[in-house]
């Protein structure tokens, strides 16, 4: 256990997450909006007093204001503030310009939300704080938005660091400070430390990360359970998790061959609504959308033909729409006689959907 413990992780991971962001691209679209209170979520008065506040800003913030409140509190909370519904569409668009940029300095990323991602940049030559002040000067020059980074060795200090520093700011957790930034930190911001467990280590007097290591790993276990034993590893700063950049695969399709073929334009409509169906469910179960959606046709002597279209947001995984864009392909690719053995459509440039984009579907 000992080697296993002075075993140096020499990864460079960093957590880049921008601040507010849906806020953010409001103020950033309507400066006028800066000064005021702004909160993104349906207008509580129009809206029978219903609605989750998605974000706000930070002069929202800081009448106590946060995410995932009822639209109905902020409003109490403050009366003249400026309420928006989010604009996915806009904010998709914008998702999309920040995830490349992070693909400029590796290969190695793992999109955690829209506005969100950690990088694994062990291979690049440059350090993690010269990099991570690169990729905020790169966001910030195309998209006039500030974003935080955690800069260090594994995926839970990275992490750490960037909600240190929020917003617009850069934490650097080296093995050398990596202690001294634990112990300091309240109970409340390690990883899975909910509203119950909080009160429950307010009981036990814990209100620190240098108070959490000092508890040893049976007590946390008796406590806690398996959060307990994460929590013995997370005040000490030891995390061994991957940046899982290949955890997606390349596409989701479904396909189907025939026993008879597919003459007419109605019958291939019939089908490519039994494989779009299909396909919607297998992405809705992975929690994945994807930004490409290619269309495979056979005909009876073999021939293939496949045709993508990407687009710059993610499709919408709309039944209705998915079936006409495909239609309209085969239409215009297949002149209007035609013996068709084999239909497919599939989904890539996949990325996991958020929270928000699960509730469009
Ligand atoms: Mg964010």
Redesign the pocket.
């Known amino acids: 256990m000992a080697e296993f413990l002075t075993t140096i992780d020499k990864r460079k991971i960093l957590h880049v997450?921008?601040?507010?962001?849906y806020a953010q691209i409001e103020m950033r679209d309507q400066p006028e909006l800066r000064s005021k209170p702004l909160i993104i979520a349906r207008d509580p008065t129009q809206n029978n007093g219903h609605g989750v506040v998605a974000t706000a800003n930070y002069v929202a913030r800081q009448l106590g204001i946060h995410s995932a409140m009822s639209a109905f509190e902020a409003k109490r909370l403050a009366p003249n503030g400026i309420f928006l519904s989010p604009n996915f569409p806009k904010y998709k668009v914008v998702s999309a310009q920040i995830h490349d940029i992070f693909r400029r300095f590796t290969t190695k990323v793992e999109p955690v939300a829209f506005?969100?991602a950690y990088l694994d940049v062990t291979e690049n030559i440059l350090s993690g704080a010269t990099l991570a002040a690169e990729i905020r000067h790169q966001i910030l020059k195309e998209t006039q938005l500030t974003s935080s980074i955690g800069v260090s060795h594994n995926k839970l200090l990275a992490k750490l660091g960037s909600e240190y520093n929020k917003p617009n700011g850069v934490t650097v957790i080296d093995h050398e400070n990596q202690l001294q930034f634990l112990d300091y930190l309240p109970i409340s911001a390690f990883r899975g430390v909910g509203k119950k467990t909080k009160e429950k280590f307010d009981e036990l007097g814990i209100e620190n990360g240098l108070d959490l290591r000092q508890m040893s790993q049976e007590t946390l276990k008796t406590e806690f359970g398996k959060m307990g034993e994460r929590l013995y590893w997370q005040a000490r700063g030891v995390h061994f998790g991957a940046v899982e950049w290949q955890r997606q695969r390349q596409s989701i399709g479904k396909e189907e061959t025939f026993d008879h073929a597919l003459h007419d334009n109605n019958a291939v409509q019939i089908e490519f609504k039994k494989l779009v169906s299909s396909l919607i469910m297998s992405l809705k179960r992975q929690k994945l959308i994807g930004r490409t959606l290619n269309i495979k046709i056979r005909d009876d002597q073999f021939n293939t033909i496949t045709r993508a279209i990407t687009q710059d947001a993610p499709w919408q995984l709309n039944e209705a729409t998915l079936v006409m864009a495909s239609q309209a392909t085969f239409e215009d690719n297949i002149g209007t006689e035609f013996s068709v053995r084999l239909l497919g459509v599939s989904m890539s440039n996949l990325q996991s959907a958020t929270f928000e984009e699960m509730s469009l579907f």
């Open positions: 997450d921008l601040d507010a962001f506005d969100e």
